[in-house]
């Protein structure tokens, strides 16, 4: 047999090996992925006092009436969490009078599409917004955030069972900042939280929520690794939505 023919086969035996590997691995992740729980489907189908617009990088709800003072609210999705498993939490926002955008990832990993959020506030002439995301979500929002720390319209950061690294350090950021966390959470780094309140500004605003979990941060279901909660999901939903209110209410 021929050299060359010899080296023509190993090649594409080495390609098929490699087509095949990414097939399994995008299947792996794709068996991971959290789905929308029914609390979340529901709140985004149902009709009422929101308008909901699914596009192929964004869920937008909106509330009928729009308030063009308020600012719009962008949300980066947790790690191989379905942007919709957030649509409860977003349409609540809505109804009271604020536009969320759920941004959509690549594979439903965040850290693939930092720049999402980007595309959004110039896609949609965005002036006036606030930034931030569930778990990993978090993190990269922070790196928006840093990114941006000199935009006018970027009024606020939050962070759903998360923070931010060095590379989204916000120490020097003068606007509003979130954090909630939940007792019961057993899939958030505890010690890496602790750590990075040196990339935090002063005026954060620390709150926690008793017999809350990391996956109630979403409607998705009990995710791996996570503690039991004692209060429902649209429980802790309804405290989430509580404080993200109170803090939006407070920015200027």
Same mark, same amino acid.
């Given at each position: 047999?021929?050299?060359?023919?010899?080296?023509?086969?190993?090649?594409?035996?080495?390609?098929?090996?490699?087509?095949?590997?990414?097939?399994?691995?995008?299947?792996?992740?794709?068996?991971?992925?959290?789905?929308?729980?029914?609390?979340?489907?529901?709140?985004?189908?149902?009709?009422?006092?929101?308008?909901?617009?699914?596009?192929?990088?964004?869920?937008?709800?909106?509330?009928?009436?729009?308030?063009?003072?308020?600012?719009?609210?962008?949300?980066?999705? @947790?790690?191989?969490?379905?942007?919709?498993?957030?649509?409860?939490?977003?349409?609540?926002?809505?109804?009271?009078?604020?536009?969320?955008?759920?941004?959509?990832?690549?594979?439903?990993?965040?850290?693939?599409?930092?720049?999402?959020?980007?595309?959004?506030?110039?896609?949609?002439?965005?002036?006036?917004?606030?930034?931030?995301?569930?778990?990993?979500?978090?993190?990269?929002?922070?790196?928006?955030?840093?990114?941006?720390?000199?935009?006018?319209?970027?009024?606020?950061?939050?962070?759903?069972?998360?923070?931010?690294?060095?590379?989204?350090?916000?120490?020097?950021?003068?606007? @509003?900042?979130?954090?909630?966390?939940?007792?019961?959470?057993?899939?958030?780094?505890?010690?890496?939280?602790?750590?990075?309140?040196?990339?935090?500004?002063?005026?954060?605003?620390?709150?926690?929520?008793?017999? @809350?979990?990391?996956?109630?941060?979403?409607?998705?279901?009990?995710?791996?690794?996570?503690?039991?909660?004692?209060?429902?999901?649209?429980?802790?939903?309804?405290?989430?939505?509580?404080?993200?209110?109170?803090?939006?209410?407070?920015?200027?």
């Amino acid at each position: 047999m021929k050299k060359s023919s010899v080296i023509k086969r190993v090649v594409i035996g080495v390609v098929v090996l490699l087509v095949v590997a990414v097939a399994v691995g995008l299947t792996t992740l794709q068996l991971k992925t959290y789905q929308p729980a029914e609390l979340a489907k529901e709140a985004l189908t149902s009709a009422g006092e929101v308008v909901v617009e699914e596009k192929s990088d964004v869920t937008i709800i909106t509330p009928k009436d729009v308030r063009e003072t308020l600012p719009a609210v962008i949300f980066y999705q @947790g790690a191989l969490v379905k942007a919709e498993s957030y649509g409860y939490l977003a349409t609540e926002l809505a109804k009271q009078g604020y536009s969320v955008y759920l941004l959509h990832h690549l594979l439903n990993l965040p850290i693939l599409d930092m720049k999402a959020a980007d595309q959004v506030v110039a896609d949609y002439q965005l002036d006036r917004f606030v930034v931030g995301g569930h778990s990993l979500g978090g993190v990269v929002a922070s790196r928006f955030a840093k990114r941006e720390l000199g935009h006018s319209g970027l009024k606020g950061v939050f962070f759903l069972a998360s923070y931010p690294d060095e590379k989204g350090d916000l120490s020097a950021f003068e606007g @509003g900042v979130l954090s909630i966390t939940a007792s019961n959470d057993q899939v958030l780094n505890w010690s890496s939280y602790q750590a990075s309140q040196q990339f935090l500004p002063e005026q954060t605003v620390f709150q926690s929520i008793e017999g @809350g979990n990391h996956g109630g941060f979403g409607a998705y279901g009990q995710q791996a690794g996570d503690g039991q909660a004692t209060l429902s999901t649209e429980e802790q939903q309804a405290e989430v939505v509580n404080y993200l209110l109170q803090w939006l209410k407070d920015l200027k």
